[in-house]
């Protein structure tokens, strides 16, 4: 969205004056569950507004899988390699869309240039993707020797013709990655992929890429972001699609409003968000729901919300724009809640 250049990643532009990309990588390895349950996984990331996908690619045994999945993914699928070239170039010929390379570790140049010519045979993308804890030495901080790291790589990807190239520079302290995003910015149009790496679980992980995310995002700077948790995928998609909410970069999507709860609690909304927030994120709607613990919050907040829900005892209400429009038990009140919003 920010940077000069673009990169094509199955027909999806990543830069330029494309929006910002958000991105996942799955938790499974290959062959502990069918292909079937993991695009089923996949179609309901991209629900909540997953744009991109990435899995590692570690053995020749993960290319079967990697290959049907990549040619019936409803979003682009992205290869993670590491140290083996020969991973990479069969990830490109099994269908990847992206290939994610770190080529400090792939070993020698030939190396990385062979996965250049496949990636220019395939018209694969690449992610040249630093971290800080895999740098070779050198003179100055963590942030100046990730950004001469990656237009180094670029000088030797564009000495071949290829530009189709997003840039990466990442670190577990959000400063730092925060820097590396600047100077790279500087000195560089190509497309960034930015995001917190190693960041900790759900709730730190949170404040941490926010802190550091959401100010590069508001200076101009990032075209796809991940917000990397100890946690589930789901809630990292949920987080990145808030972020660019909440920075005025998205509109699309369910604005979630729910109360914190207290002993005056009639209503368990930690319960009902829990069990319905990813149902309530696939809607394709532009619209806020407020989730609400008790009848002195309840009935106010609903005013300021397309639709609203709170309950008292047994009983559960839904108001539609501050009007109550449905009384219900508390057993059916997640479907009652959808039937009202379907109904709009």
């Known amino acids: 969205m920010f940077s000069s250049r673009s990169a094509h990643v199955r027909g999806m532009e990543i830069g330029g004056k494309a929006p910002v990309r958000i991105q996942t990588m799955y938790d499974r390895p290959f062959g502990v569950e069918s292909v079937d349950d993991i695009l089923r996984r996949i179609a ?6 997953c744009d991109l996908i990435r899995f590692s690619f570690a053995s020749k045994n993960d290319a079967p899988f990697f290959s049907e999945i990549a040619s019936r993914s409803p979003i682009p699928v992205v290869a993670d ?90 670190s577990s302290d959000g400063d730092e990655t925060a820097e590396a995003a600047r100077l790279f910015a500087g000195k560089s149009g190509y497309p960034q992929h930015i995001g917190v790496t190693e960041a900790g679980d759900s709730v730190i992980s949170a404040v941490r890429s926010t802190w550091a995310l959401g100010r590069l995002l508001s200076s101009g700077i990032g075209d796809t972001i991940r917000i990397s948790m100890t946690g589930s995928i789901e809630d990292e998609v949920a987080a990145a699609a808030e972020l660019l909410r909440v920075t005025g970069l998205s509109e699309k999507g369910v604005r979630i409003v729910s109360c914190p709860r207290c002993g005056r609690h009639t209503f368990d909304t930690m319960g009902f968000l829990r069990e319905n927030r990813g149902r309530l994120l696939a809607l394709d709607k532009n619209i806020t729901v407020a989730i609400m613990g008790c009848l002195v919050n309840g009935p106010g907040e609903a005013g300021y919300a397309d639709y609203a829900i709170t309950g008292y005892g047994d009983k559960v209400y839904i108001y539609r724009k501050g009007s109550l429009v449905m009384k219900t038990s508390a057993e059916d009140a997640a479907s009652a809640l959808f039937e009202v919003i379907d109904d709009e």
């Open 44 to 49: 309901s990331l991209s629900s909540m507004g």
């Open 81 to 170: 390699i590491h140290f083996d070239y020969r991973m990479a170039i069969l990830a490109i010929e099994s269908g990847a869309d992206k290939i994610r390379i770190n080529p400090g570790n792939i070993g020698a140049e030939w190396k990385t240039r062979e996965i250049v010519k496949a990636a220019l045979d395939h018209g694969t993308a690449i992610r040249i993707g630093l971290n800080s804890g895999s740098l070779p030495s050198g003179e100055g901080g963590i942030p100046s020797r990730m950004v001469s790291s990656a237009l180094g790589y670029i000088d030797l990807f564009e000495s071949m013709g290829f530009d189709n190239t997003v840039v990466s520079l990442k």
